[in-house]
C-alpha cells in the first residue's frame, strides 16, 4: 500500500491519484486537516497501527511513502483537566503536545525504512542553506545579502548595479473569497530606495541576474524533467513569472540540463537529505547558468 501525505485538492497530488487509479494500486491519502489516531505503537521494532478516515492502517502494509505537503497529525482531544489554575491547565496543553510532536516525528521516522519520496522531517528547507550548500558544491549563486541598515544596502546596490528582493525562507500567500496575496519578487528602484529608512526591517536581496529564459526543473531520485520558461519579453512576467499572464502565457518547452549542472545538483540533494525537488534556475545573459538556488522547494 502507498501512504501519501498531501494537501487538501492539491493538483499535483490529484493528477497522481489519477495514475493510481489507472493502475489499480492501492493507496491512502490522508491531508493537512485530518487527524489520525494511534491504535498501537512498538518503539522498538517500528511497528505501529494507526486509525486514519475510520480505516485502520497497519505499518506493515505500509510499501511506500509520498509525503507532498502537509503531515501527520494527532488526533485533537485536550486533555481533562479539572485543575481551574490557568497556568496549570497551560503547562498540560504543552505537554501533550509535545508528546503528540514527538509521536508523529517517531512515526515519520519510521518511514525511512520505506520506499519513500521526502520525509516530513526533512520537509523544512532552508533557503539560506541551500544558498550557502549550493555555493558549496560548486553551483553558480547570486550574489546575495540580509540585513537591517539602509548603508549596507546601498553598498550592495553599487556593487550589483541591479537588485531584487524576495522571502528569504518561506513564501506569503494569504487566500480570501475577495483577493489573493502573495509575497513576490520585487526589484528595488532608486524611488523604492528613497522610501527606505536607515534602519528597515530584516530583509533579504540578490543580485539581479538578466536572462534569457528561465528553468523549472523536477528532480526524483536521480533523473532530471526540466522545461524552459520564456517569461523575459513580458513586462508582467519578467521580475517574476508566478505574475502569470492569462492573457498572453509564457511559452515552456522541455529543456536538457547540461551534465555538469545536474552531477552538481545531484550533490546538492544528498548534501539536503532530498530525494525529489523542485528547483527554479535562470539562464542568464552574462553568464553560461546563474542558478538562485534559493528558489529551491523540497517537494515535486
Same mark, same amino acid.
Given at each position: 500500500m502507498i501512504l501519501i501525505l498531501t494537501e487538501k485538492q492539491d493538483q499535483s497530488t490529484c493528477k497522481v491519484i489519477d495514475w493510481l487509479l489507472f493502475n489499480n494500486a492501492q493507496f491512502i491519502v490522508i491531508t493537512e486537516n485530518e487527524y489520525i489516531e494511534i491504535i498501537k505503537l512498538c518503539p522498538?521494532?517500528?511497528?505501529?497501527?494507526?486509525? %486514519?478516515?475510520?480505516?485502520?492502517?497497519?505499518?506493515?502494509?505500509?510499501?511506500?511513502?509520498w509525503y507532498r505537503r502537509g503531515g501527520l497529525k494527532i488526533s485533537n482531544n485536550k486533555l481533562n483537566i479539572s485543575n481551574e489554575h490557568p497556568r496549570v491547565t497551560k503547562l498540560f496543553q504543552s505537554?501533550?503536545?509535545f508528546e503528540k510532536t514527538g509521536t508523529v516525528n517517531f512515526l515519520n521516522f519510521t518511514f525511512f525504512k520505506k520506499n519513500q519520496i521526502n520525509n516530513q522531517l526533512?520537509?523544512?528547507?532552508?533557503?539560506?542553506?541551500?544558498?550557502?550548500? %549550493?555555493?558549496?558544491v560548486g553551483?553558480?549563486?547570486?550574489?546575495?545579502?540580509?540585513? *537591517?541598515?539602509?548603508? =549596507?544596502?546601498? @553598498?550592495?546596490?553599487?556593487?550589483?548595479?541591479?537588485?531584487? @528582493?524576495?522571502? %528569504?525562507? =518561506?513564501?506569503?500567500?494569504?487566500? *480570501?473569497?475577495?483577493?489573493?496575496?502573495? %509575497?513576490?519578487?520585487q526589484e528595488i528602484t532608486k524611488k523604492l530606495l528613497l522610501k527606505y529608512n536607515d534602519?528597515? #526591517?530584516? *530583509?533579504?536581496?540578490? =543580485?539581479?541576474?538578466?536572462?534569457?529564459?528561465?528553468?523549472?526543473?523536477?528532480?526524483?531520485?536521480?533523473?532530471?524533467?526540466s522545461m524552459a520558461i520564456f517569461s523575459q519579453k513580458n513586462k508582467k512576467t519578467r521580475i517574476d513569472?508566478?505574475?502569470?499572464?492569462? =492573457?498572453? #502565457?509564457?511559452?515552456?518547452? #522541455?529543456?536538457?540540463?547540461?551534465?555538469?549542472?545536474?552531477?552538481?545538483i545531484e550533490k546538492l540533494m544528498k548534501l539536503l537529505k532530498i530525494n525529489s525537488a523542485s528547483i527554479d534556475m535562470?539562464?542568464?545573459?552574462? *553568464?553560461?547558468?546563474?542558478?538562485?538556488?534559493?528558489?529551491?522547494?523540497?517537494? #515535486?
Open positions: 522498538n521494532t517500528g511497528n505501529f497501527i494507526i486509525k %486514519a478516515k475510520n480505516q485502520t492502517i497497519n505499518s506493515k502494509d505500509i510499501e511506500s511513502v505537554f501533550d503536545n526533512l520537509s523544512s528547507v532552508n533557503k539560506l542553506v541551500v544558498l550557502n550548500r %549550493a555555493t558549496q553551483l553558480s549563486v547570486p550574489k546575495s545579502l540580509m540585513t *537591517t541598515e539602509k548603508e =549596507e544596502l546601498v @553598498t550592495f546596490i553599487s556593487k550589483c548595479k541591479r537588485v531584487i @528582493t524576495k522571502p %528569504a525562507i =518561506e513564501s506569503l500567500v494569504l487566500t *480570501t473569497q475577495d483577493f489573493n496575496f502573495g %509575497a513576490y519578487t534602519i528597515i #526591517p530584516l *530583509t533579504f536581496f540578490q =543580485e539581479y541576474i538578466r536572462k534569457l529564459f528561465e528553468i523549472r526543473v523536477f528532480y526524483i531520485r536521480g533523473e532530471f524533467y513569472f508566478r505574475h502569470y499572464d492569462d =492573457e498572453l #502565457p509564457n511559452r515552456n518547452v #522541455p529543456f536538457k540540463l547540461p551534465k555538469v549542472i545536474e552531477k552538481k535562470i539562464y542568464g545573459i552574462d *553568464t553560461f547558468l546563474n542558478i538562485p538556488m534559493c528558489s529551491l522547494l523540497p517537494l #515535486p
